[in-house]
Each structure stands twice: as structure tokens, then as C-alpha cells.
């Protein structure tokens, strides 16, 4: 199981605490410290859409009005941070988000 989120991002922790404590491999990968590939952010955006970028944030509400309204890749290529987090890769299916229903979802499986 990989998780792709932010040392910083408290919702990417706790996360990866509650896998781990319940006895998943987790490994975690840092977007900042190692970038998404072009091919990985495409995969993503397929599978989420615009819903991968976190439109409440700070740091989207900080982009450039061209930003803004520019490609979902280019404005992730830009600003990785953007990303909603975590995305939850357990072998072939993808999750975003930490609620419930993923929670349970990853813990059932």
C-alpha cells in the first residue's frame, strides 16, 4: 500500500497510523521530496478528475487567475501541493481522501 501525500498534512498521518496499527505495509511517498511523473499525475487525474485539486485551500486560492482556470496537470505540475490528500493506492485501486468510507474500505481489505 503507498501513500502519496505531505509529511506536514495531518490528515496524511493519521492515515498512515491507522493502516499501520492495523497491520497494513504502508510505505509513504512525500510529493515535495519526490515529485509526481507525468505519467503518474495523468493516471491520477483519470481517475479522480478535477476532484484531485483541493480547491479550498490556501495555496489554490493563491494561484494566478490564469492558474486558476488552466488544465487540472498544469496547475499539479505547478503546485503538487494542490493535491487532495492522501491518495491510497492498495494494489490496483486508488483512493482519495481519508473519511469512512475509505477508511473502511482499506481496513475491510
Known sequence: MIIYGLHTCTVSQR?????????????????????????????????????????KSNDWRMLSDWLKHSETEDQLAAKPKLMVRPVIRNGDSLHLGWDSTVEAALLSA
Open 15 to 55: 492515515a498512515r497510523k491507522t493502516l499501520e496499527a492495523a497491520g497494513h505495509q504502508v510505505t509513504f511517498r512525500d510529493i515535495r521530496e519526490e515529485p509526481m511523473t507525468e505519467a503518474e499525475w495523468a493516471e491520477l487525474i483519470a481517475e479522480f478528475g478535477d476532484n484531485l485539486v483541493d480547491r
